[in-house]
């Protein structure tokens, strides 16, 4: 995480609802919250996130925010919810749109709570933070499906 931290300007904390109610064909039903329902509710946010901050290129030329996210809880007996480092946004995006785009873009996804965290990413004090369940139990906190990183 060390060596891509100067691509990221913002460390951000999202939360998610432990259950939600949809329907199906036999009427509505409970979905609870489960690591691979966090993990595709994640993969929704950063597309959601790419198209409202990259429009059409997002689409046509794959352009990306670059994103570390951590699941939290796995471990322990937290709610399930993120922490995450996120940058690469398109020149001339100022701090309040790019408040504005994390908290559409997560607030439109399934599991998407209100809590959302944002602050600027100002040292490596934000990795210790978000890696400090690492090595509980049998828990891989790094979300690496989600990953996306700069291309050396």
């Known amino acids: 995480m060390a060596q891509y931290a100067p691509h990221f300007s913002h460390a951000v904390t999202l939360t998610m609802k432990p259950r939600r109610e949809i329907m199906t064909d ?37 352009a990306s925010v670059y994103v570390i996210p951590v699941i939290e809880g796995i471990a322990t007996d937290k709610l399930l919810h993120y922490h995450c480092m996120i940058g690469n946004f398109r020149d001339g995006v100022n701090e309040a749109s790019i408040a504005r785009a994390i908290r559409t873009a997560w607030q439109q996804t399934a599991f998407g709570n209100t809590q959302i965290d944002i602050q600027p990413l100002t040292s490596d004090g934000w990795i210790d933070y978000i890696t400090k369940e690492l090595g509980k139990g049998e828990a891989d906190n790094v979300d690496f499906d989600n990953v996306h990183v700069p291309k050396d």
């Open 26 to 62: 036999k009427g509505p039903t409970i979905q609870h919250l489960t690591v691979i329902e966090a993990k595709e509710n994640f993969r929704q946010f950063v597309r959601r996130l790419n198209t409202i901050i990259y429009k059409n290129a997002a689409a046509r030329f794959g």
